[in-house]
């Protein structure tokens, strides 16, 4: 028996939800990466292999925020900077992670901010 640790099992997953979530162009995949330390988004067009837009716990209004509240900022961040591309829908993709916590956080706050998906 093979003993899988953390970042292998959430690879696992990852991949597992990457064969089913594709981004194209008209509603890019919005691709969520967490670490202890901040959070971070993007949206991809996977057939372009580009990302459209992106915001990162590093920028300088979310860096001394609290972890939830640095969720949701960074989903409002990335809904307004999506439609100022003119992308108003997009596929979520969880990156592994549970849907819960920061990550449902930020997926709030993004849809506070008008993304759909």
Known sequence: MSVKTKPAARLRRRRR???????????????????NRGIQAQLIDDEAG?????????EA?????????QAIEVG??????????????CVFDRGGYRYHGR??????????????F
């Open 17 to 35: 939800v990457r064969a089913k979530v594709r981004g194209t162009a008209a509603r890019p995949r919005l691709a969520v990466f967490r670490s």
């Open 50 to 58: 580009r990302t459209i837009v992106a915001v990162n716990w590093i």
């Open 61 to 69: 209004d979310l860096r001394g925020l609290a972890p939830m509240e």
């Open 76 to 89: 409002k961040l990335i809904a307004s900077r999506a439609r100022e591309t003119g992308t108003e829908t």
């Open 103 to 116: 990550v449902r956080a930020l997926a709030d706050g993004a849809r506070e901010g008008g993304l759909a």
